[in-house]
Nanobody, 126 residues
């Protein structure tokens, strides 16, 4: 069982920035990926970004590319989501999730992920 925990959410004004963090417990495997998803009020869970632990390959939702940046610190089992130019429509609960294997075409699919954190609330005021 791998446990993931998000932090860094909060209330921010439109145009502001936040950096979310995700830390996970040890995995036996070394080749895995971590993704970020979000779920806004009354909306379905939406893919945001993902990164491979090995190699650092990244995938982004097309609509968020350029504003959001994913990164990692493998020495600390930490994964980050830097969010700039936040908009009220970015308001959501943000989740990190872990999947076996590197990120690839299926990284956008929630069902590809085995482990999920509890989420952190991000609220962007206008």
């Amino acid at each position: 069982q791998v446990v993931l925990k998000e932090s860094g959410g909060g209330l921010v004004q439109a145009g502001g920035s936040l950096r979310l963090s995700c830390v996970h417990s040890e995995w036996i495997i070394s080749d895995y990926g971590v993704g970020w998803f979000r779920q806004g009020p009354g909306k379905e869970r939406e893919f945001v970004s993902a990164i491979s632990r090995v190699g650092g390959d990244t995938v982004y939702a097309d609509s968020l590319k350029g504003r959001f940046t994913i990164s990692r610190d493998t020495t600390k089992n930490m994964y980050y989501l830097q969010m700039n130019g936040l908009k009220p429509e970015d308001t959501a609960v943000y989740y990190c999730a872990g999947k076996v294997g590197p990120v690839s075409a299926n990284a956008r699919t929630p069902t590809a992920y085995t482990y999920w954190g509890q989420g952190t609330q991000v609220t962007v005021s206008s």
